[in-house]
């Protein structure tokens, strides 16, 4: 298996380089990282950071070109994301719009809703979030109890969603709803629907971090309108696991790009305050660098699998346990050797740039339970790799 890239990967690694030497100013990851940054005001630098990066045509690469996409390769897309981590480039608002919506619109989608939503997922103008979780369906997504009743050729929606990235910036939400209560795969229907209507009530949620990047939101009898219905009616759970793929194959690369900056950092600082030289501060540094590199080959076997066109497999469930306890014994560390000003999130003096290590320590508790926890992900590599019995 050959884990180095191809000649060509290597030509768009380059050129993406140096436009982003040009086009990320220093500005924008500043203003991001700044400890009490008002959120509205990062969601716009993400935005405009985005906007950047469509007028380039970096994003949505892989769509087709009709599509406003330029058919490229998954290489590439895994390139393109770990090189903006490694900058620490603003994130993509619209992450779940363009990264989960929009293949479930390009594989099951209308040609009229493909027309109306994704140029303006790519432009930003709309932000999109994803309604599947709910406070009794999580782990057990097929457990959604929010129903849609019909309401002449449309639907009206009632119940709850829960844990929704961005939803108190979105403009659309992306729904699993049940219409059919009694069918527990075959009676969930894929909907699209504007948040701003009557029936349909965003709450900001606060997070540990004082931030309220989440939303929880509530359906009464809320309009969803049959022409944004994605799929067939009963066709929601087979588009679901196609969005999921997405979500649950994409990373590769991007852990260990991101990993890799902070650790940089963190090295950075502990030399500036002196202790690089104590031998324990070494080798906890010294195996966090190698785990990384156990990342980062593991990322690149599994883009060699992408690269010839292999599914990413259950093996990758491997690799999400593997990133998020790392990033938790990263962060547990850097906390550990950054002292107070680790705790209180000021800037690392001599580092390369700042990492708010209070943040990223609180952050890192998410990634056990996000796109599978660990639990879930346990479960999947009995069944599937190692093929143990199951009840
Ligand atoms: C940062 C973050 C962002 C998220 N963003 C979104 C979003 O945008 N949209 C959205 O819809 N959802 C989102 N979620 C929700 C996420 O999908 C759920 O939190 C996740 O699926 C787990 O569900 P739950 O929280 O209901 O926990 P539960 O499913 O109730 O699980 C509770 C505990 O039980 C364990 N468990 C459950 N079932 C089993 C089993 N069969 N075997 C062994 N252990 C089990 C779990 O591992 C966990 O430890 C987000 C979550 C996080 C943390």
Redesign the pocket.
Known sequence: MDLNLSPDALKFRDELRAWLDVNLERSYTEEVLAPNADEDSLVEVRRQFQKKLNDAGYLGMGWPTEWGGRGATQVEEAILRAELAAVDAPQSPNA?GIGLCAPALIHHGTEEQRNRFLPKMLSCDEIW?????E?G?????AGIRTKAEPDGDDYRITGQ???????PWSNWIFVLARTDMDDRHGGITFFLMPIDQPGVEMRALKQISGESE?GEVFFDNALAKREHIVGKIGEGWRIAMTVLGFERGGSTLLPSAEFGHQLDCLVDAVRTNGDLERPDVREKLGNLIVENEVLRANGMRTLANVAQDLPPGPESSIDKIFWSEFHQRMTDTAVELMGPQGLLALRSPGARTDVHWMREFLWAR?GT????????Q??IIAKRVLQMPTK
Not at 129 to 133: E, I, L, V
């Open positions: 779940l979030c994803q309604g599947f979780s406070p369906a999580g782990s057990d997504l969603k829960v844990w929704t990235t961005l939803g989440f998410a339970i996000y796109s599978g926890s660990s639990e879930i346990r479960n």
